[in-house]
């Protein structure tokens, strides 16, 4: 357990209205993660993180940008939400150096697109 | 880029007997890390068993083992006297070796069912 709370855990919103998706970890891990899940897709790599205010785009970064200004806190906005970013968003973190080879998951967050 | 290849979507076991789920992958690295994650219902990720590039013998974590074929670039898992409690979604997935930011790339999945 890496101390990881994602909020909110549920919500519905309508497209074209901004969302913000906040994850909160309590152990320090420099690096964080966010990935979206759908069915056929497995887990796609959003954005990263690799310290406060030092973000980067992974795999499927349209339509959503990130923020880190205190370590323990790492948000995920969509701008204009749209009906293909209705999905489930899993935050996740990492310790630094070789020591941390493991990735830690919260436990999502469903956001519906209407 | 790294890819991982779950070829099997769905697989079924009767309780007890054992199951083996396949996974492949691609990479240029030589050094690099290799998991198994669990996905109940709850969709939680629970980490199963990991599996270290440069080591040669194969990861077990109770009834969990790997077949670790380095060379083939093949990375299953063997569940031994599967359990009710074992049905989940199953994700391999891969990250480069280092202390670098990367994460995880992840196979589609299997969906294992545990027959009664």
């Known amino acids: 357990d890496a101390g990881i709370t994602q909020s909110p855990r549920h919500k519905v919103t309508e497209t074209g209205t901004p969302v913000t998706l906040r994850c909160h970890q309590t152990e320090n891990h420099r690096y964080m993660y966010w990935y979206r899940q759908d069915p056929g897709h497995g887990l796609r790599l959003i954005h990263y993180?690799?310290?406060?205010?030092?973000?980067d785009k992974g795999e499927v970064s349209d339509g959503y940008s990130v923020s880190r200004s205190k370590t323990e806190d790492f948000l995920l906005t969509l701008e204009s939400a749209t009906s293909s970013q209705t999905s489930v968003y899993f935050c996740a973190t990492r310790l630094t150096g070789t020591s941390g080879n493991t990735i830690y998951f919260g436990e999502g967050s469903w956001l519906t697109v209407v | 880029a790294q890819t991982v290849t779950q070829s099997q979507p769905e697989m079924s076991v009767q309780e007890a007997e054992t199951v083996t789920l396949s996974c492949t992958y691609d990479t240029s690295e030589s050094d690099y890390y290799l998991f198994w994650y669990k996905q109940p219902p709850s969709r939680q990720m629970i980490l199963v068993i990991r599996?270290?590039?440069?080591?040669?013998q194969n990861a077990t974590e109770n009834r969990f083992s790997v077949n670790f074929q380095k060379a083939a670039k093949s990375f299953s898992l063997k569940i031994s006297d599967s359990q009710l409690g074992d049905a989940a979604m199953y994700f391999c997935?891969?990250?480069?070796?280092?202390?670098?930011?990367?994460?995880?790339?992840f196979g589609k999945g299997t969906h294992l069912i545990i027959q009664p």
């Open positions: 993180s690799y310290g406060v205010k030092d973000t």
């Open positions: 599996q270290e590039a440069y080591k040669q």
């Open positions: 997935a891969y990250r480069r070796s280092g202390g670098g930011a990367d994460g995880l790339t």
